[in-house]
Structures are given as C-alpha cells and as structure tokens.
C-alpha cells in the first residue's frame, strides 16, 4: 500500500476556509473516510466483475461502481 499523504499537507486543505473550526484529528478522520470509499469502491467493482463473469476488475467496473456511489453519496446530501 502506498504511503498515506502527510498530516501537515491536510491540515493546510482542510484550514483554507478560515471560518470553520477544525478538530485535532479532523485529518486523520478524512483518511480514514477515504479509506472506507476506496475499500467500498473495491468490494463493489469485484461484486460488479464477478456479475459480468470476468475474472479481473477492469477499468468499465470501476467506472460504473463509482457513478453509482457517487450518486448515493449525493443525494443523501439533498
């Protein structure tokens, strides 16, 4: 697995609106969001090739798992 980002470098994202207060662990808390995503997203695109009786997730399986998870993550935002 490849090396997470820096803590600094997310703190410097995350602080760029001034107004909002930021936790101690916010950044720590975004990676491991990102975790979850990317773990959900690769469950989802197996699931997705398995279907398709393909025995390698492909770049179309990624594709469309994530036009799906990024549409439930929006509309709960609605």
Same mark, same amino acid.
């Given at each position: ?19 909002? *207060? ?40 990624? *594709? ?15």
């Amino acid at each position: 697995m490849s090396k997470k980002a820096p803590r600094a470098a997310l703190k410097l994202h995350m602080k760029k609106n001034t107004n909002i *207060r930021i936790g101690k662990n916010a950044d720590l808390m975004a990676q491991l969001n990102l975790l979850v995503v990317l773990h959900r997203l690769a469950e989802e695109s197996r699931v997705k090739a398995f279907e398709e009786k393909s025995a390698t997730i492909k770049v179309h399986h990624v *594709r469309a798992v994530a036009k799906v998870i990024i549409s439930k993550s929006c509309s709960g935002l609605i």
